[in-house]
Every structure is written in structure tokens, then in C-alpha cells.
């Protein structure tokens, strides 16, 4: 793999990452949440079935920044259901960068890209784990920001992966398209999820911790 093509995957990652989280606020400042999660249900039945028919390169990079647009409208739908207040997006864009060029120095100065790319695989994993118990038992938005900061990184070094640990013919476009893919299905999966688990809670007469959500007027 070209030093070049590593740098264009890893860069477009980045600004599809930041498309996601100016998207995330300013849905979160103009949508309602009813419109936002049906945007999402809808983009979600569609998005597996065009992933598969798209061969153009134009329409392929239309195709991933809609998926950047519409994971970022997901995550906007959380916070607006549950009616608190969303994430600092420039704090988490900061600590996402400086996260993904370790990531991008560890596979450039090592030979060893596959096992580089499996160790970055499960930092992600573990970083999803910590934000689901932050998320659970500590600050709601900080956990729920950082699973879903490590959601979209996982699902780029699955990417890599897919290619890394196979004889393919390296192809950001085709990394990036399958990435984002991925991170907005994940997205929306992990927002679901923790809808659905929140009336179960409530339906169960198990409430949240006092001070664990902040509410913000309408």
C-alpha cells in the first residue's frame, strides 16, 4: 500500500467524521426529534441495498456523505428524544483526531500494518465498552459520546481490515464507502438500542440515577 493512499483514506475519514458531528448539532438545533428518526429509519433501508449497486466513483463519494449526514442526524435524534443537551462536538472532533493520527503514524511507521490494525480494532472496542459503562452508570452524554466516536473509528479499521488481511487491491474509495456504511448502520443500531432499553427501564419502574440526565427545555 501506498504511503499516499493511507494518507487520502485517513484524511477524507477526518472531514467525513467532522461533516458527521456540525451535521449531529445542527439537527439537534432545527429538527424535531420525530423527523430525525425517521430520516434515519428510512436513509437505513436503503443504505445496504445501494452500497451494493454503486460502481461510479461520483456517486460513491455522494453515497458517503450522505451516510456522514445521516449518522449525523441519528446521533442528533438521540439527544433530542431524550431531551438533554448533546455532546461538545469540537471536543470530541479534537480527541477523534488525536486518536486517529496515532492510529494512521502506527500503520505508516510499522511494517506490521495488519497487526497494528488489529490492536487499533480492539482499542476501539475497549473504547466502546468504557462508554457504554460511562453511559449506563455514569454521565449519559458523555458515555453515549464516547461510543459513538469509537463505533465510527472501529468501523474504519474494520475496513482496513477488510482489506489488510486479504489479497486485495488496496482502494480507499471502496474502504471509505464500506466504512461509512458501516458507521452510520452502527449509529443508528446503538441509538435504537439504547432507545429501546431506556422504555424497557422505564417500563420496569427502574429509574436513572438522580443527575444522570440533564434536561434542556424545548
Known amino acids: 500500500m501506498k504511503l499516499n493512499d493511507l494518507q487520502k483514506t485517513v484524511v477524507i475519514s477526518l472531514l467525513l467524521f467532522i461533516i458527521t458531528q456540525i451535521t449531529a448539532f445542527i439537527s439537534y438545533k432545527v429538527l424535531g426529534n420525530g423527523w430525525v428518526l425517521v430520516l434515519s ?4 433501508l436503503l443504505t445496504i441495498p445501494i452500497f451494493l ?4 466513483k461520483q456517486t460513491t463519494i ?9 449518522a449525523g442526524v441519528t446521533i442528533a435524534g438521540y439527544y433530542l428524544y431524550e431531551n438533554i443537551a448533546i455532546y461538545n462536538i469540537t471536543t470530541v472532533s479534537l480527541c477523534y483526531i488525536a486518536i486517529l493520527a496515532v492510529n494512521y503514524f502506527a500503520m505508516h511507521c510499522f511494517k ?3 497487526n497494528v490494525n488489529v490492536i ?9 465498552l468504557v462508554g ?3 453511559w449506563v452508570y455514569g454521565d449519559l452524554v458523555v458515555g453515549s459520546s464516547i461510543v459513538f466516536a469509537s463505533v465510527m473509528l472501529l ?7 477488510c482489506y489488510l488481511n486479504k489479497e ?3 482502494d480507499h474509495w471502496k474502504i471509505l464507502k464500506l466504512s461509512t456504511m458501516l458507521q452510520f448502520g452502527s449509529v443508528f443500531f446503538a441509538v435504537i438500542t439504547a432507545i429501546s432499553e431506556g422504555k424497557m427501564i422505564e417500563f420496569s419502574g427502574d429509574f436513572w440515577p438522580d443527575g444522570k440526565k440533564e434536561s434542556v427545555p424545548k
Open 41 to 44: 429509519g428510512i436513509w437505513m
Open 53 to 56: 449497486l454503486l460502481k461510479r
Open 155 to 161: 468501523c474504519l479499521n474494520i475496513s482496513f481490515m
Open 62 to 70: 455522494l453515497y458517503m456523505l450522505i451516510n456522514a449526514v445521516m
Open 168 to 170: 486485495r487491491e488496496y
Open 112 to 114: 506490521f500494518e495488519r
Open 132 to 134: 457504554i459503562s460511562n
Open 120 to 128: 487499533f480494532t480492539i482499542m476501539s472496542i475497549l473504547g466502546i
